[in-house]
């Protein structure tokens, strides 16, 4: 069991708008940053947003995050089909001292 | 352009030791914006972090791999190393090292390395 809630799948078809959600508690998302990640089959996870909104140079802007308290959530807008494969959440925890990861949501593009 | 990469020990025994480094390229890994760390993924399953090292500071570590786990970072040869002791096949997994701007914020990946363990 994650200490970040993901749900574990999500669809949607090429050119559509979807969200993921991730929820924790104060201990970590709740007063901490959160960061995301994309993990595509064969290739290693790539961190697509840190301090919850921010875009590292090269990930396009149709990838948008946001939080409020203790849950945060990740939007990809004019979905591709090679935007398939997983996404994490991830926060400093302060109760745990470690940094946790949500169980990664599923991305199926139909 | 900075580079990770890992080595180390495809297979391991139970109640060994697994070792792994990880030689960054492109960069020095004595800098005072990132950390660097190590994070697994068994097979069919999430995530999992094991720990983080600044490049003269001390680690810190997951709490459920702490009483195993030791990571050492190597300023002369520009690596870090991570060292996972008394392994069980609940360790066997792909093991990634990464460069992190803050804590939890791992920006640059290795492709990421699978070890067994296995008799």
Known sequence: ????????????????????????SGSNIGGNTVNWY?????????????????????????????KSGASASLAISGLQSED????????????????????GTKLIVL | QVHLQESGPGLVKPSETLSLTCSVSGGSISTTTNYWGWIRQPAGKGLEW??????????YYNPSLKSRVTISVDTSKN???????????ADTAVYYCARAIGVPAFDIWGQGTVVAVSS
């Open chain 1, 84 to 103: 398939e494969g997983h996404y994490y959440c991830a926060a400093w925890d302060d109760s745990l001292n470690a940094v946790v990861f949500g169980g």
């Open chain 2, 50 to 59: 094991i720990g983080s090292a600044y490049y003269n500071g001390s680690p």
């Open chain 2, 79 to 89: 690596q870090f190393s991570l060292n996972l002791n008394s392994v069980t096949a």
């Open chain 1, 1 to 24: 069991q994650s200490v970040l809630t993901q749900p574990p799948s999500a669809s949607g078809t090429p050119g559509q708008r979807v969200t993921f959600s991730c929820s924790g």
């Open chain 1, 38 to 66: 994309r993990h595509l089959p064969g290739a290693a996870p790539q961190l697509l947003i840190y301090t919850n909104t921010q875009r590292p140079s090269g990930v396009p802007d149709r990838f948008s995050a946001s």
